[in-house]
């Protein structure tokens, strides 16, 4: 029985390489051929500028005034410890960023919420739907030319407040050290909370009906059916959408740029448009690159402990 199994098996022919129709190369030749593009783009837009920068950041080089880069190993970063506004970018970025995600998380799952119940008529609520989206659709440079005006001391916002009695004078928010930093949050989750408030309704709708109908057969309330149905489904979600949100604020730069230029008295000044002012404005370019690695290393870092905690929420 022995000898026969083993004639058995000689004698099943071996499976042929998988081969292109023509049968010049095999098949996953052609796949690999299909996403070189996107390969080379990735090196070429992403991890030659990346590695650049990293070199860059161990380098003495000021561009136009001087072509020639010294090395000069951690002194740039050596230089940050004692660099005043670079913890005064820090403190201003850590605020904006942890305001910003708290404020798109809670702003954006009310909105999910309230268009995920019953409307008396589903035209109103995509009416309701496509304002809510609208400021979206703006690019951050616009967004923050209209607000410039809004916020001005002479702008609407002010002319209401004062003739409603909330404010006894006009405050030029943008221009008092106490209100600027608050108002580039104020605009930024505006701005930015459409994301959010999509993501979570897109989790909302996943969610299967009969699992509140089980919970209200059982006497559960609408505060009981959200905290242990909604919230333990939604985490996974919820964790994804801070994550990449958090990624996305901690490098602002562009309305810095457009609404205060990190005045006034650098109260809004952040480590992305420090990072701009030091490479691109003093063209010093090794001591701009060090800052952004510091950057990457604090996102990081933030991120790996954030993920870390996130896993144990989701999966026990």
Do not use: C
């Not at 589903?122 to 400021?135: A, Q």
């Not at 909604?230 to 730069?253: C, K, N, Y």
């Amino acid at each position: 029985m022995t000898e026969q199994y083993r004639t058995d098996i000689q004698d099943t022919p071996r499976p042929r390489r998988h081969l292109s129709p023509k049968g010049k190369w095999p098949r996953q030749a052609t796949g690999y051929l299909m996403i070189a593009p996107a390969i080379i783009f990735l090196l070429l837009v992403i991890i030659y500028p990346l590695f650049e920068v990293f070199r860059l950041s161990f380098f003495e080089f000021t561009g136009l005034r001087d072509q020639t880069a010294t090395f000069v190993g951690l002194k740039n970063f050596v230089s940050l410890m004692d660099d005043r506004i670079y913890w005064i970018s820090m403190k201003n970025t850590l605020i904006f960023v942890i305001a910003t995600v708290i404020l798109h998380a809670l702003i954006g799952l009310v909105f999910a919420l309230a268009l995920h119940q019953r409307w008396p008529s589903n035209r109103l609520r995509d009416l309701v739907r496509g304002l809510l989206i609208l400021p979206w659709l703006f690019s951050m440079a616009a967004a923050g030319l209209v607000w410039a005006l809004l916020l001005n001391a002479l702008g609407p916002i002010n002319y209401l407040l004062v003739a409603s009695g909330i404010l006894e004078r006009a405050i030029d928010f943008l221009g008092d050290r106490d209100t600027a930093l608050w108002a580039l949050i104020a605009v930024n989750v505006w701005k930015s909370y459409p994301f959010y408030m999509i993501m979570l309704l897109g989790g909302l709708q996943t969610i299967p009906p009969d699992l509140y109908a089980a919970a209200k057969v059982d006497g559960a309330d609408r505060w009981q059916r959200f905290a242990f149905i909604t919230l333990p489904l939604m985490r996974s979600i919820l964790v994804a959408t801070t994550a990449i949100d958090f990624i996305t604020t901690f490098g602002v730069f562009d309305l810095v740029r457009t609404l205060t230029n990190g005045g006034p008295a650098r109260s809004t000044i952040t480590l992305g448009y420090y990072t701009w002012l030091v490479g691109f404005r003093d063209v010093d370019f090794g001591y701009g690159a060090a800052i952004s690695v510091s950057m990457l290393i604090i996102m990081s870092v933030a991120m790996w402990f954030y993920l870390r905690l996130g896993r144990e929420m989701i999966y026990g």
